[in-house]
C-alpha cells in the first residue's frame, strides 16, 4: 500500500551463487530500494555472482616436485576443471592415482582429493654357493617390502659360525628393506675347537689334561711335545 513500510526480500538461494544486491534490471546496477511504497509498482530483480571454490591435491605421505605436500587450485563454480598432471612421489612408494576421481566440473563445495600409494616390494637374494669364478650358483630368494624388517636367513657350514650378511660392496645387510633389490653374501668365520691330550685313561677320566690346543676345521694337529 502507498506509503507502507517496504519489507525487502530475502533472495532464493541458489547453489554455486551468491546473492549480490536487488536490482531494477536483471543485469543492472545497485537498486535504491525505498522505505515508503511510492505511488507506483516497484520491480526488482536479484544479482547472483558465481561463488569460487577451492580444489585441494594431498599428496599424504608424498611430495611434489616443489617440495609442497599439497596444491590449491580456484575454481568458479560450474566451470571446467583443468586436468592435473603432476604426480607425486614418495620413497618406497608407487603412486597410482587419485581418489576420488577428479570432478570435471567444479562442484559447489570446497573438494579434496588424495593421493593413492601402493608400496613397493623387492627381493632379497641370500646367496648360498658360489663357483670358483665367483659366480652365484645357488641361492635363496625372499621378497620384502620397502621398509619392512629383514630376517636374516639362517644359513649354515660346517666348522663355522654365520659372522653376518653383506653386499657386493661389503656393507653389511640394512635392517630393514631399501627400494631396491638386494644381493647378499654371508661372511663366515671359523669355529674354534680344543684338541686335549692326555696320558692315560685315568686321566681322561679324571679330567686331568696336560695340554690343549684350539684348532679351526682343516688345520693341522700337532703332535704334543
Not at 511504497?37 to 530483480?45: E, F, T
Not at 561463488?51 to 609442497?68: C, K, P, Q, S, V
Not at 636374516?152 to 635392517?175: H, I, Q, R, V
Request: charged residues 30%; hydrophobic residues 30%.
Amino acid at each position: 500500500y502507498f506509503e507502507e513500510t517496504v519489507s525487502v526480500a530475502k533472495a532464493e538461494e541458489k547453489t554455486g551463487y551468491r546473492f549480490v544486491f536487488w536490482s531494477e534490471n536483471a543485469d543492472g546496477e545497485q537498486a535504491d530500494i525505498p522505505e515508503k511504497m511510492p505511488a507506483k509498482n516497484l520491480k526488482y530483480y536479484a544479482v547472483y555472482e558465481l561463488n569460487t571454490y577451492t580444489l585441494t591435491y594431498h599428496a599424504g605421505i608424498g611430495f611434489f616436485e616443489d617440495g609442497t605436500n599439497e596444491k590449491v587450485f580456484e575454481y568458479k563454480y560450474g566451470s571446467e576443471v583443468k586436468a592435473f598432471t603432476e604426480k607425486p612421489y614418495a620413497e618406497g612408494n608407487t603412486f597410482t592415482g587419485w581418489t576420488p576421481e577428479e570432478p570435471k566440473q567444479m562442484p559447489a563445495e570446497n573438494t579434496h582429493i588424495y593421493a593413492a600409494w601402493e608400496i613397493n616390494k623387492h627381493t632379497v637374494e641370500w646367496v648360498l654357493e658360489t663357483n670358483e669364478n665367483g659366480e652365484i650358483t645357488y641361492s635363496e630368494l625372499e621378497e620384502y617390502e620397502y621398509g619392512e624388517t629383514i630376517d636374516p636367513y639362517p644359513a649354515s657350514k660346517t666348522g663355522y659360525s654365520l659372522k653376518g650378511w653383506f653386499d657386493e660392496k661389503n656393507n653389511p645387510a640394512p635392517e630393514t628393506m631399501p627400494d631396491c633389490d638386494l644381493v647378499l653374501f654371508p661372511e663366515w668365520e671359523p669355529v674354534k675347537y680344543t684338541v686335549k691330550y692326555y696320558l692315560s685313561e685315568a686321566d681322561w677320566n679324571e679330567g686331568r689334561y696336560f695340554e690343549q690346543v684350539k684348532l679351526s676345521v682343516g688345520e693341522t694337529i700337532p703332535m704334543p711335545a
